[in-house]
């Protein structure tokens, strides 16, 4: 991360990324202490998951707030940076250093040290659970 809190997304990410988003990403927290990087389309597709919950129940509506009231939108520079809202960083952990993480259709942000712990507290690919998860899905 550089001085003005911009973090550089790597090329393979941005070039990843289809033209119709504008070069534009929705930047989040996660629920890990890590923050979420949606490309725009990903990111209406979440929003229309959230609009199917019911604005009714309270446990609904803390639930979309607690996922939308942080988003904000962020577009990439000449130098494939984005800028990082303080409140992201320090809910995130993260000052100097990122780990940046592909995640299927999203980007993972993650403070190395906060990324290490989250790996050291998990068995891993080895884990018991995951053979059900993985013939879930027939990988």
């Given at each position: 991360?550089?001085?003005?809190?911009?973090?550089?997304?790597p090329a393979?990410?941005?070039?990843?990324?289809?033209?119709?988003?504008?070069?534009?990403?929705?930047?989040?927290?996660?629920?890990?202490?890590?923050?979420?990087?949606?490309?725009?389309?990903?990111?209406?597709?979440?929003?229309?998951?959230?609009?199917?919950?019911?604005?009714?129940?309270?446990?609904?509506?803390?639930?979309?707030?607690?996922?939308?009231?942080?988003?904000?939108?962020v577009q990439?520079?000449?130098?494939?940076?984005?800028?990082?809202p303080e409140?992201?960083?320090?809910?995130?952990?993260?000052?100097?250093?990122?780990?940046?993480?592909?995640?299927?259709?999203?980007?993972?942000?993650?403070?190395?040290?906060?990324?290490?712990?989250?790996?050291?507290?998990?068995?891993?690919?080895?884990?018991?659970?995951?053979?059900?998860?993985?013939?879930?899905?027939?990988?």
């Amino acid at each position: 991360m550089d001085s003005k809190n911009r973090v550089n997304i790597p090329a393979k990410f941005r070039k990843a990324l289809d033209p119709i988003n504008d070069r534009t990403f929705i930047l989040t927290r996660g629920f890990d202490k890590c923050l979420l990087l949606y490309p725009l389309t990903e990111w209406q597709q979440v929003e229309d998951q959230l609009g199917r919950l019911s604005s009714i129940r309270g446990r609904d509506r803390e639930f979309v707030r607690s996922i939308t009231r942080h988003a904000t939108s962020v577009q990439y520079d000449g130098q494939g940076r984005i800028p990082v809202p303080e409140p992201l960083l320090e809910y995130s952990g993260i000052s100097k250093q990122i780990s940046v993480i592909g995640m299927l259709k999203k980007i993972e942000l993650w403070d190395p040290e906060e990324l290490a712990k989250k790996d050291a507290q998990q068995a891993g690919i080895d884990d018991p659970g995951f053979e059900d998860l993985a013939n879930e899905i027939n990988f």
